[in-house]
Structures are given as C-alpha cells and as structure tokens.
T-cell receptor, first 111, second 111 residues
Framework: RKEVEQDPGPFNVPEGATVAFNCTYS??????FFWYRQDCRKEPKLLMS???SGNEDGRFTAQLNRASQYISLLIRDSKLSDSATYLC????????????FGSGTRLSIRP | EPEVTQTPSHQVTQMGQEVILRCVPI?????FYWYRQILGQKVEFLVS????????KSEIFDDQFSVERPDGSNFTLKIRSTKLEDSAMYFC?????????FGQGTRLTVV
C-alpha cells in the first residue's frame, strides 16, 4: 500500500462549483498533515495544515480522521485561480524525519 | 519573509558527469530535505537530514547520491555520475518541525 494515496483526478469543474479531494495514509504514527498546492513547473506551496478538529480558511476546509487515516480538502465557490495540483502531505518527526507527498490531484476550473 | 533558495535554477550536464545542487534553507530550521519531481510525475522523497546526518532516505537515494551541510548555511545534493533518468526538478525543503517550505527548485537536464 502506498504511504499516501490521493484521488487520481483530473477534476474539471465549472467556476463556482464545490470540489472535494480525499487522501488516505498508511502510517498510523503520522503526526502532521497538510495540503499543498503546486502550480505547473513551480515548487509546492503550503495551502493549509490539517487538524483533528477540522479547520477552515476562507473557501477551503480541511478535515482529518485519524481512526480512518483519512484527510480531505473541500473548496467552495471555486475560482479560475484555484486551478492547480493539490498535494496531500503527511509527516512524522522523531530522530528520523520524513515528509511524504501524495501523487497529487489536478484541478482545472473552467469559466 | 524568509525563504529557501536554490541554485542554479537550471543545470544542463552530460551523462556521467557529477553535479552539485545547492540550497540555503531557512536559517532557524532544523530539518532539511531533498525531493525530486520527474516531469509530469509526483514529488518523490529522496532524503532527510537532521543534526548533521541523514535521518531517512528513500530507495531512490542510492550510492550515486550524497548530501552535505558544509557550513552553517548551505545544504547540497551531489549526484556523482549522472544518468539520463536523473533529469528532473530537484526541490530542497526545510522545516522547523511542522510544515516544510520549499525552494523554487533546480531543473536538472542530463544529455
């Protein structure tokens, strides 16, 4: 089983739509969870951290279910500028630190 | 705003040559990483570095790869004898123990 698995996409939705991405992780010792965004040929950039209680940042809502080892991202009222690849990221820290990326889900918003 | 910087932005090298990719992480960060992304594919973990030693490495990070932190600021990735399949974008990242921040990447082209 892959360490981090995401919906393969691509998602092609109209502007204003709500879109949801899902992600599962295999390592129960994982400690921190994030959604990153990557634009074409650019570096990944942090979109938001994901907390057990769920968190919201404007149009973006992230949820974590530790029992199911599942993370989600919801984008409401999508904009053309939301078109990008969204990466689910899982990390754990100790003497051996590791940050693992999912394969990414490509989102394309059409006018 | 502090950022991770990488040089060069683009490196073209002949197969069999050695290359050194350079990174200056964010100054108070403790964890350092290298990732690669082959065009059109996922971001792949190569290696993490903590307390002046490798803390974790992937199967990709074989004997042709090495990392160094030669002074207090630089973090380098050396590829000893480059192969065509090493052509990719290489991202450096650093972390203070939560989210990772990425440099803009070095595009390595092996010809």
């Amino acid at each position: 089983r892959k360490e981090v698995e995401q919906d393969p996409g691509p998602f092609n939705v109209p502007e204003g739509a709500t879109v949801a991405f899902n992600c599962t992780y295999s390592n129960s010792a994982s400690q921190s969870f994030f959604w990153y965004r990557q634009d074409c040929r650019k570096e990944p950039k942090l979109l938001m951290s994901v907390y057990s209680s769920g968190n919201e940042d404007g149009r973006f809502t992230a949820q974590l279910n530790r029992a199911s080892q599942y993370i989600s991202l919801l984008i409401r009222d999508s904009k053309l500028s939301d078109s990008a690849t969204y990466l689910c990221v899982v990390s754990w820290y100790s003497s051996a630190s590791k940050i693992i990326f999912g394969s990414g889900t490509r989102l394309s918003i059409r006018p | 705003e502090p950022e991770v910087t990488q040089t060069p932005s683009h490196q073209v090298t002949q197969m069999g040559q050695e290359v050194i990719l350079r990174c200056v992480p964010i100054s108070n960060h403790l964890y350092f990483y290298w990732y690669r992304q082959i065009l059109g594919q996922k971001v792949e973990f190569l290696v993490s570095f903590y307390n002046n030693e490798i803390s974790e490495k992937s199967e990709i990070f074989d004997d042709q790869f090495s990392v160094e932190r030669p002074d207090g600021s630089n973090f380098t990735l050396k590829i000893r004898s480059t192969k065509l399949e090493d052509s990719a974008m290489y991202f450096c990242a650093s972390s203070a123990n939560t989210e990772a921040f990425f440099g803009q990447g070095t595009r390595l082209t092996v010809v």
